[in-house]
């Protein structure tokens, strides 16, 4: 095994194919792409290594019959080119085991856990009666506690907050090595005696106290005196040392006990919600996984899946977390025993995603300590940035790290410069107050030495200040692509879309209702499908108002994929599909060389690279932060019974330093230095070609500490305000000229980013066909040409979208566009059914008020069964039915028209006449 410690921009993605296409012509196997397994953590990401590995092993293949035969077979046989995601991976592992898990196998995996934690919440408050007694006099007694001490309570976001700490992988994990229940660890009897030990070691506590001295009101937490105060009395000192980490663990835990409280419920209700819905949550799937896993041999695990790989490649090792390591390790060990051969790549210093239970240490020491005789290289090289960028970046991590104490993790920090470049770039520090008008002049200075608006990245903390930031520039007249321009919320047709559904759903929405009364636009009754109901109402606000969907493509299609992926799941309930929508941001793609500004956040930029990176609001990278985690209480040699020992949703501030979760609190605080840290690397090594920092300027104080060489550090700007000295503005090198940038072919062009796919027409280039005995005809015609059937199937289609005859060019355009008719052919429909059309101007009536045409209108008879009739003319309570037909004649035709009359005629309608229509031969026959 190797083990490849990779910094930014030094060729990770070149050594991942090099090292996969070695494997595939070293084998002597025929099919060696079967046996590799390549694994990294985003689509895109999986996307990138394919299409390096193809174009390395084309090249390959012009002068080598070895690497060309491998690359025949690898096309030829695609499904087998195993890049995936770790998750995708694990998930078809997880199908293989449907059966040992309990699962149907046509279960989903459902991403959204939050949302199934709001309907829980839901269902359990929907649910309280006055039978559920237990559950409501623990609410009760929350309720009264609140109001005693004057804190506020809500019942619901007790349980919100409740279920996301249950459902969180560090709860998983510790409640799993500590052999926990979640349900039972909190049962209501267990969590009334431990709260009554801690009021009881609480009102001891403030008894002594105040018999010192020392009081606070009825709810507050008992300050620790001062210094002096301390000094002058003994046995003040004494109470105010050890018994008073008791005190602050009691009070503590006092607070967390009615959240914890409705934990039973919570588990009941979810694990129910899911079974119903028959989902998986990935952290879920990928546990149960590990059960499996941990029980088995590899070969078994091959078996049930159905492949064997001799060789696995890992990419960004260092986002995986225990679990996906503890899955993946039995296979390796596999590996290793047998083959070798295997790749692990990543680096510390990018580790970002603790928030996702990536675990740096993992690459850092696990993998060594697991497989001692692995071979460790470290890539040293940058063939991303300028040598300006990266003799920055070299300087400030050594002495940012050491000033952190965390020179282990940033040891192989220092990197050479491997690209040639005549222009050794640059790297701007500001410190102002205006950090926005910064951006704007950054970007026209970039502008103005020949940089493209897709050129310009624009990295912020969080979503907030990126909002800021593309405010600011929008006002500018600066093109941008944010978040919130990817939004899907962000559409106006999407938002008029949703404010239809709401009216639906809400007559008495006002906006909705504006907008339906403007469109003339009568709801159904009921529906029955919400994605075809969607899609009708999108179809009457394209008639309404055409211009507005320029440029929402899109943003339609994303819309309508979250609601079939949900409708998949949820069933067809509208008022929680709106309720869906309100809680859950949806993003489409971001376009790749789009003539803008990009602005993202550091965690998205992660993997990326820019020409010319602006680095506003650093200010807001704190060195740590209060969190709540879950964290293990030990009660050994302590006042408490052991029935307190177990794990508690901690917030690891002043409070837990002060009691028994002191450790926790400390290494809390490393971890998220190096996290921190991490991000600050992250965000300053996507520059190739120049870098500009902007930060709030430091505080008075903060500026005079730094003058006497005392700064105490609060965020990564002070630090970094700190490594320059204490200058305001700093510059090193020169500014780049990118009108003498190299530039690839394919990034030669920038493109208009309009949320729009480009549409070519299909003009006798396409005419595709379900079956071949229709399309392909025994006198060299195709198609329409060859088949009356498919002719008919077309001219059906294209009068079922004509209401009035004005619609007909628009239909068969339609039908040439989707290449079901060539220009041609085009032309002879549209010719012949403008005859046929003006031949019955009483079924195709022009524009009338005192007239209403129904195309394809569907009714249902009282068993239920669908029948559609082609066209009915509505005048009054008088209706006329017309079938159209393009066979022979048959029987059964005139059986289907009467069932027509006699439906329409239950629901009141006089029938006028009912006719079948063989529109070429312009027969009609009246069935009475």
Not at 360 to 385: C, H, I, K, Y
Not at 473 to 494: E, F, Q, R, Y
Not at 582 to 589: M, P, S
Request: charged fraction near 30%.
């Amino acid at each position: 095994m190797k083990i490849l410690k990779a910094s930014a921009g030094s060729g990770k993605t070149y050594r991942l194919s090099k090292t996969y296409i070695d494997l595939l012509l070293d084998s002597r196997e025929p099919y060696p792409y079967r046996h590799i397994l390549a694994v990294t953590f985003t689509n895109k990401a999986t996307a990138e290594m394919k299409a390096r590995i193809l174009r390395d092993l084309a090249k390959l293949a012009a002068t080598d019959p070895r690497a060309e035969r491998v690359l025949i077979d690898l096309l030829h046989d695609y499904g087998a080119f195993s890049v995936s995601t770790i998750d995708r991976f694990f998930q078809q592992a997880l199908k293989a085991f449907s059966r040992e898990i309990g699962q149907f196998a046509d279960y989903q995996i459902e991403l959204d856990k939050e949302s199934l934690i709001g309907e829980t919440m839901d269902r359990i408050l929907d649910s309280l009666t006055e039978d559920s007694v237990e559950l409501l006099e623990w609410i009760q007694a929350a309720l009264a506690d609140a109001l005693d001490q004057g804190k506020r309570f809500r019942v619901d976001e007790g349980l919100l907050d409740t279920g996301k700490l249950l459902k969180n992988d560090e709860f998983r994990e510790l409640s799993e090595h500590l052999g926990l229940s979640g349900a039972e660890a909190f049962g209501k009897d267990r969590l009334k005696r431990i709260r009554e030990e801690c009021r009881t070691l609480i009102r001891e506590f403030r008894t002594r106290a105040s018999a010192l001295g020392v009081e606070a009101a009825p709810g507050e937490l008992l300050k620790k005196p001062g210094k002096k105060a301390l000094a002058a009395s003994e046995e003040l000192a004494a109470l105010f040392d050890e018994p008073y980490r008791y005190y602050c663990t009691a009070f503590l835990l006092d607070g967390l006990l009615y959240q914890l409280g409705l934990a039973g419920e919570f588990y009941k209700e979810f694990d129910a919600l899911s079974a119903e819905k028959n989902v998986l949550c990935l952290d879920e799937s990928n546990s149960l996984l590990r059960k499996i896993i941990g029980g088995s041999d590899a070969p078994f695990v091959y078996e049930k899946m159905g492949v064997r790989y001799e060789h696995f490649l890992l990419d960004e090792f260092q986002d995986t977390s225990h679990i996906q390591w503890d899955n993946f390790l039995p296979l390796l060990q596999e590996s290793e025993s047998r083959t070798g051969g295997n790749l692990i790549v990543g680096d510390v210093k990018q580790s970002i995603y603790r928030f996702r239970d990536s675990d740096w240490e993992l690459l850092g020491s696990e993998v060594q300590r697991t497989f001692p005789d692995a071979e460790v290289e470290s890539m040293q090289g940058n063939w991303r940035s300028t040598r300006t960028v990266v003799g920055f970046n070299n300087r400030f991590f050594l002495w940012a790290a050491g000033q952190l104490g965390l020179q282990d993790i940033y040891a192989d920090v220092k990197q050479k410069v491997m690209k040639a470049d005549p222009q050794d770039g640059q790297v701007r520090v500001s410190f102002r107050d205006d950090q926005l008008e910064a951006v704007r002049e950054s970007v026209l200075d970039a502008r103005r030495r020949g940089a493209r608006w897709g050129d310009i990245a624009v990295l912020v903390r969080g979503k907030k200040e990126g909002a800021a930031v593309a405010a600011h520039l929008i006002a500018n007249a600066i093109p941008v692509i944010s978040d919130d321009s990817l939004l899907l919320k962000s559409s106006p047709v999407v938002r008029r879309l949703v404010s239809l559904l709401s009216c639906y759903e809400n007559p008495d929405d006002g906006i909705g209702r504006f907008l339906a009364d403007a469109m003339d636009l009568t709801f159904p009754s009921e529906y029955h499908s919400l994605v075809d109901f969607c899609e009708e109402l999108l179809r009457a606000m394209y008639e309404w108002d055409k211009t507005s969907f320029d440029g929402q493509v899109l943003y339609i299609q994303a819309f309508m994929d979250d609601l079939q992926e949900w409708v998949q799941v949820n069933g067809n309930k509208l008022r929680y599909y709106l309720k869906h929508w309100e809680e859950k941001d949806i993003y489409i793609g971001s376009p790749e060389n789009a003539a803008s500004v990009r602005i993202l956040t550091i965690h998205k930029a992660k993997g990326l690279q820019f020409p010319h990176v602006i680095f506003p609001f650093a200010d807001k990278v704190e060195l740590c932060r209060h969190e709540v985690h879950w964290s293990e209480l030990q009660t050994a040699r302590t006042p408490f019974s052991p029935e307190l020992q177990g794990i508690y949703p901690v917030d690891l501030g002043s409070l837990a330093e002060a009691s028994l979760f002191e450790e926790a609190v400390l290494q809390e605080r490393h971890a998220q230095l190096v996290d921190n840290i991490n991000l600050f690397y992250v965000a300053l090594t996507r520059a190739e070609k120049s870098l500009h920092i902007i930060a709030k300027l430091p505080s008075k104080k903060c500026r005079e500490a730094a003058a006497k060489g005392r700064l105490e550090y609060g965020n990564f700007s002070e630090l970094l305000y700190g490594f320059l000295g204490g200058q305001e503005e700093y510059s090193a090198g020169k500014p780049y000229d990118f009108a003498q940038m190299e530039r690839d072919t394919e990034d030669s062009q920038e493109l208009d980013f309009q949320g729009k796919y480009p549409s070519f027409g299909l003009d006798g280039r396409l005419a595709p066909s379900q079956e071949a005995d229709d399309f392909f005809g025994d006198e060299g015609l195709t198609g329409v040409d060859a088949s009356p059937r498919l002719r008919g199937i077309v001219l059906h289609d294209i009068l079922s979208k004509v209401t009035v005859p004005q619609d007909l060019d628009d239909a068969v355009a339609d039908a040439i566009r989707d290449g079901r008719l060539d220009a041609a052919g085009g032309q002879k429909a549209l010719a012949l059914l403008h005859q046929r059309i003006a031949a019955h101007p009483g079924w195709f009536p022009a524009p009338d008020a005192s007239t209403q045409v129904l195309n394809e209108k569907s009714l249902f008879d009282s068993d239920g069964e669908e029948y559609r009739p082609d066209r009915v003319i509505l005048r009054g309570r008088r209706a006329v039915i017309v079938d159209y037909k393009f066979g022979q004649e048959k029987e059964s035709y005139r059986i289907q028209l009467r069932r027509y009359a006699r439906l329409w005629h239950e629901l009141g309608y006089e029938i006028d006449g009912a006719y079948i229509w063989y529109v070429e031969e312009d027969k009609t026959t009246e069935v009475k």
